[in-house]
């Protein structure tokens, strides 16, 4: 669930009024450096409040709930290699160790299992409505190309191949007409209902 800021608001209302700590809310929007500084309009993600009719647990929140913590949120970022700003497609989770499973938030068909550039060990799942899930660095595949998968199937091991800085999965969900690679055609993943 999104939540736009209004004149006044605060992060520590607008977490009570949505049963949420402080801390939590801040945990759910790493990109908020300064909790002092929000504005009118600005979107802020709330993640599957409960009482809330009509939203489904989203794949980031499926994530999270399983101890995972967002290292690197999807859109403009400093690049860790070069230390300029770049787009990231995806959303860096980390805080578990190498070799921990991986698990998949959807169902599908797997298209992609092999070794891909700077994102390692990969595997892309596309969903009944056409999306591309990729699950990159991996340290081990389990998954083959024309497998279906069900949502909670461990699809492999979390890793640090490729360009990588450390133990991590890069999720990433490219639209239908994105394809593989994705480039202009992916999603915000924090936007996506399982």
Known sequence: MIYTVKKGDTLYRIAKNNGLT???LLELNPDIKNPNLIYPG???FLRGVDG?????????EF??????????DYGIR?????GSNAFHRGIDFAGKPLGEE???PVEGKVIYSSYYNGWGNLIGIEDQGGYIHLFAHLQQRFKKVGERVN???VIGLNGSTGKSTGPHL????????GGMIGINAHTDPKMFLI
């Open 42 to 44: 600005q979107q802020i």
């Open 78 to 82: 400093r690049d860790p290699f070069t």
């Open 22 to 24: 402080l801390k939590r």
């Open 52 to 60: 809330v009719k009509g939203e489904g647990q989203g794949v980031v």
């Open 63 to 72: 994530y999270l709930n399983k101890g995972w913590i967002i290292s690197s």
């Open 170 to 177: 890069h999720y990433q969900i490219n639209t239908p007409r």
């Open 151 to 153: 949502k909670e199937d």
């Open 102 to 104: 991986i698990f998949t």
